[in-house]
């Protein structure tokens, strides 16, 4: 998935023209680095992990898809899960516990 920033010329024109590219697709290697049997994430994925509280983590899914690309798939901690439940409690399209 690439994605790209843009503008609209006027609220009536469908079109979106591309200014400039924010994020490339990387491919698998370009992220995960094999090192004694074990997979090393070596690439940044901004918006998975938790940079302030080291006692926070996040799971992250990396697909390999075809052509060498890959997927990228966040799983935010039960309190992140927590914490947006109580926000959107009120607005919520269905019931959320825990």
């Known amino acids: 998935m690439e994605i790209f920033e843009g503008y609209q010329n006027n609220a009536n024109d469908k079109r979106i023209l591309i200014d400039k590219i924010l994020r490339m697709p990387m491919h698998y290697h370009q992220i ?13 994925v901004i918006g ?20 060498d690309t890959v997927h990228i798939i966040c799983s935010p901690t039960v309190s992140h899960y927590a914490q947006i439940a109580q926000e959107h409690s009120k607005n919520a399209p269905c019931q959320l516990t825990l």
């Open 48 to 67: 998975c992990l938790y940079e302030k509280d080291e006692n926070k983590t996040s799971r992250i899914y990396i697909a390999k898809m075809k052509f």
């Open 32 to 44: 995960i680095e094999k090192r004694n049997n074990q997979s090393i994430l070596k690439a940044p």
